[in-house]
């Protein structure tokens, strides 16, 4: 089952809606998929600044020794 998608605007440099469109058209691929597909390789590229996953213990608070 295909996920959901929302809807959002962008703002795009005219040559890359060129460059996007002659791409749709040579490929048949919607131009929305490759916006998503650049989108995941910025995010992964940037992986490391993006919260990770919560611990699954919770060791309680941390105590600085005194």
Same mark, same amino acid.
């Given at each position: 089952?295909? #996920?959901? &998608? @929302?809807?959002?605007?962008?703002? =795009?440099?005219?040559?890359?809606?060129?460059? !996007?469109?002659?791409?749709? $058209? #040579?490929? &048949? @691929?919607?131009?929305?998929?490759? =916006?998503?597909?650049?989108?995941?390789?910025? !995010?992964?590229?940037?992986? $490391?600044?993006?919260?990770?996953?919560?611990?699954?213990?919770?060791?309680?608070?941390?105590?600085?020794?005194?």
């Amino acid at each position: 089952m295909p #996920r959901k &998608k @929302v809807s959002t605007t962008i703002y =795009i440099e005219p040559e890359q809606l060129e460059l !996007l469109k002659l791409l749709n $058209e #040579r490929t &048949k @691929v919607p131009m929305a998929e490759f =916006i998503r597909e650049g989108i995941d390789m910025v !995010l992964q590229k940037h992986r $490391e600044k993006l919260p990770g996953q919560l611990p699954l213990v919770d060791n309680g608070p941390t105590r600085r020794p005194t």
